[in-house]
Structure formats: C-alpha cells, structure tokens
C-alpha cells in the first residue's frame, strides 16, 4: 500500500509543480499576510521615528538673542526660504527687565508645517519653564515648592498594544496558509480530476481508493507545510529587519520561535488538508469546490481574531491549541504549554473521518458521473 | 478470460443492465454492440470493477471482481470513452505512473514504456506533455496506458470514436496483435465495418439485456440478414433472444 500512496504522491507533487494558477494561488495565499505585516510594522516605525523639518525663518529685532541661542541649540537651522516664520516682537532684554512676556508669533502652514511649527512652540515653551526655574531661583524658592506633585506613569500591562497588534498579524500570516495555500491543489486533485475525466482510468488501476486519497491528502499537507514555513520564514525575517526595538514592540521571534511555530502547525496543516480534500469531494464541481473550500479557509482566520481568554478556554479544540501555543512563544511567555493531547486526538479523528468519506466518496465517484 | 455471469445493474427504477451473460475468451476480440443506453458502458464499469452489479458476477481470469477487486484490476486493461489525461504530465510519466501502479518497477519498468511508446509510434511525442494533443495522439496515449502492463484482458469502450482513417488503422492493427500475443479483448464499438472487420465474436445487447452472441458470419447467418448491422437490426427489435454457435 505504501509504495502505492507513494507513486501517487509522486506524481501528484509533478502535476502541481506544473499547474500554474495553484502554485500562484499558493504563493499570493501564503505571501499576503506577511506583506500586510511588512506594511504595519513600516508604518508604525516610520510614524516613531518620523524626522521633523527643523528649518525656520527668524523676524524680528532680537535674532542673536537667548531665544535664537535656544532655538539653535534644539536642531533649528534659520534660512530665508523657510516655510516656517518666527517673529519675536520687541526684543527679549527689554522684555525680561520690565518684567514683561515677549510676544513671538510662530507663523506657517499648519495642513504642511504642523510638525515644524509644533517643534518650535514646545522648543519656545521649555525655554520658557527654564526662565521660569531661573526666576524661582533668584527669588530663593526650593524645588519641591515649584513642583508640589511628582507624577509618574506606571504601564500594568507587560504586553504593548503594538505587541498584540503585531502577535494578531503574525497570528494570521501563519494561519493563511493551513487555509489557503493548499485549497487550489487540493481542488484539482479532486473536483479538478473528475472534470477532466482523469479520475476514472485511476480509479479502475489495482490501487485501493483508500491510497488514492492518503497520497493526495499527504501531498496537499506538504504543500501546506512549505507554505506554512514560507510564511514563518519571511515573517521571521521581516521582524527582524524592522527597526522595531524603542517602539515599544517585544516579540520572541527567534529561530527557535520559528521552529517551534513550524512544529505547533503541523496537526492543523494535516487537519485543513483533509478537510480540503473531503469538501472538494463533496462539491459537484471545480467551482463549488472553489466557494466551500474558501468558506472552510475562513475558520482559522474567525479563530486568529478571538480573545486570549477564549483562546484558552477552548484549547482543547485543534487550532486554538495552535493559536493559544504561537501566541505564548511570541511573547516569550514562560507559562508552560498544556500538552496537546485532546486536540492532537481530535485532528487525527478529524483527518481519519475526512480520509474515510473521501475514500468512501470516491468509490461512488462513477455511480455519480 | 473474462467470464460475466447472470449480471444485472438498475439506477432507481431505470434498469441498466439485466441478467447479461457471456465470455470473452483469450486470443479473441469480443464486441458489445448495442444502441446509445443500452447498458454497455455500465457493462464495462462492472467489469473494471467501477460499479458493483446488484446481482451476478465478474471473473477475470479467474478472480473475481467483487470479492479480489486488486488482483482482478491487475487482470486488465481500460481505455475508457473519455481518454482523461492529465494534460501537465508527458506521455512518458503517464506510462510510468500506470506502469508503476502496475506493480512494474525499474529495468520492467523502463522496457514497458520504451515497447509501448513503440509499438504506438509515439517517440516524437513520448517527451511531450499531453496538453494539446490530437484525438489521434490522445487516443495513443490513453490505449498505451491501457496495456502498458501487458494485462490479459483489454477493455475498450468505443476506442475508434472521433479517430481518422490512419489511427483506426493503427489501432485496428494493434487490437490484432495484442489478439494473438493472447489477449482478451472486449470492446464496445458501433461502427460495423470495424465490427465485422475485427471481431471473432460479437454480443448484441438492447435494454440491458443480451439479445444474441457468436461470430459475426453466424449472426448473419442465423438471422437470414445479408450484413451485420441488417443482423443486428433484426435481433434487436424482430427476433428476441437467442444465442448462436
């Protein structure tokens, strides 16, 4: 039996090595994701270390005063062309003797300045509270009287908003392919072979139809896996390329993480495999296969989007185990993982009971023709 | 030999097959001839093991198909009526691929497809893959995957449809040689001039049921027709049942 399940294994993979539109649907299903998490984290990086236009134009009668000093010694470079305008009106000496605020007028575009002009106010008013503190000083009043509350922020949360958002990411750049990548390979092993007519001469050879569908479900589960290790390997590689670090993002995505997800996958790869092939069985044509297998695909993704708390609760269930284990080794959370016993029992009854009704099915295959 | 016992086949109320008996001897051609639904595709399923009968049976060579379905499969050989090829694989692959469920490997292997794609004459395609092939190639390619593991029993449902005059040729040629290496072929055909041409026994079939069986020369005969299809037309709708020879 196995020699047989490896000859068809064989040639399935040689079929699919050579059907275009499965292999770019395998792609794009596998690519997408991780290029959605490429976009995310360039946005968030570039907003954290966006670089503020320092270059103002200086009016007024007092340009080598205090405030120029101030403002050079914050990044401001003056120019003539600036889009930016700051007027001081009066001079600063005559201000500070009389005891007098020194009107300045930041003047610029704020739809495509707003950054340069905001830079300069809070420039203005932290020079502003060290005139403040030097006054204070003069006038011999201790520090703890100027600031009566000592206010600091504590986050309770271990995990940053930018972490979870990223984990959710990841979470689904993993899960894409288990739905997606095999679903176009695993419909023209099946629905696509009775439309061309291929299924009858197979099903006449000395081959049990048991084997005909182990082979086809083992190579719509290695197709799986390689997508599922694509999807982990760029992923892996595009966090560790983002500038990520001081964006208050910490993920645990080493080689080992990758590894471990790689292993974690696994069951659910087999399970979506055989789930696949039994719905492109079910399915009367190419095209139904095409919608049921697509509705199958949304399954893992409905699961990726549920609460940690769900996710825990129902870790009993194949995928939420997975979810559950991806997310833990993310965070480099120390909580050690529950055995996937129950789950583990589950997929492999689910992938019998699919290898089962396929067979089953395949035997009415020309009752039906 | 295949031997077909007392078969019968209904879908719901439509009775496809019923009570049919013959054999199909080696070193013979045996022809089904019947009109469009008259039970012989359903016949040839049976007998590829594609369908189970609701009562009778199917041996071929001595196994039975219902109860050593495997051993029975390795027995025979099926072009079926839609040739399905798998249009990404070359005509080499298809005959390893069948080969090797087959059984064949490695040396066998490697002289079963060089003889086949001989005999077939197809070595300016053997390399090529079958996605836009002729019916002509096509029909090569599916027959040569029908007997590339030299089985004892070739089925054939209606191989000459849609051929030109040089592949039926061909074919007609190979059907004999295969004949007298000792095959046992059965076919379904409904071009008489092949029938005739071909045949060392013929079975007529109307509604499932067999109307009569022998040489084409003793169904004339026996009908009192002056050809075959004349000899068919009787049997079928004038004379009923009955066996010649």
Known sequence: MLDKVGIIIRKEIKDALRDPSSLFAAALYTLITPIMLWVALMAMTTEAAKIVNKEIKLNGLDQGSVITSHLSDNGFTFSEDAQVNVTIVGTTSEGFSTNKPVSIIINGDLTKTADTVNAVEEALLSLSTIIIDQRFKVLDIPSNFIEPLDVQIENSNETSYQTRTIIYILVICFLMPLAFTGMSLSIDMTAGERERLTLEPLLAQPVSTLSIMIGKCVTSFLLTMVGSAFAITISSLMISYVPIAGNEIDISFGLISAVKIFMYLTPACAVFSALQLAVALYAKSYKEGMTLAGILGLIPLSVSFLSDDTIMKYDFLPLFWEVGAIKTTLLADSTSLVIPSVSLLISCLIVIACLFYTQRRLKLETLLN | ?245
């Open chain 2, 1 to 245: 030999m295949l031997n077909i016992n007392s078969i019968s086949k209904s879908y719901g109320d439509v009775t496809a097959v019923q009570d049919l008996t013959f054999s199909a001897g080696e070193n013979s051609i045996t022809t089904l001839l019947g009109a469009n639904g008259s039970g012989k595709t359903t016949t040839l399923r049976i007998i590829a093991g594609l369908i189970s009968p609701d009562q009778g049976s199917v041996s071929l060579n001595g196994y039975d198909v219902e109860s050593h379905t495997l051993e029975a499969r390795k027995q025979l050989g099926i072009f079926p009526d839609q040739f399905g090829l798998y249009q990404r694989l070359t005509v080499v692959e298809h005959l390893d691929y069948f080969g090797s469920l087959h059984g064949l490997k490695d040396e066998n292997l490697r002289k079963a497809i060089e003889n086949t794609v001989q005999i077939l004459e197809m070595e300016d395609i053997a390399d090529r893959r079958c996605e836009g092939f002729s019916q002509g190639q096509r029909m090569k390619v599916a027959l040569g995957r029908a007997f590339v593991h030299s089985p004892k029993v070739l089925v054939l449902d209606e191989p000459t449809r849609g051929l030109d005059i040089f592949n039926v040729r061909l074919l007609r040629q190979l059907l004999r040689n295969l004949r007298d290496k000792g095959v046992c072929i059965l076919m379904s055909c409904h071009v008489m001039a092949e029938i005739e041409d071909l045949s060392d026994k013929v079975v007529f079939i109307a509604n499932g049921q067999k109307k009569a069986e022998g040489s084409p020369k003793e169904l004339i005969e026996k009908s009192g027709a002056s050809n075959l299809e004349e000899a068919f037309v009787k049997y079928v709708t004038d004379i009923g049942g009955g066996n010649v020879g």
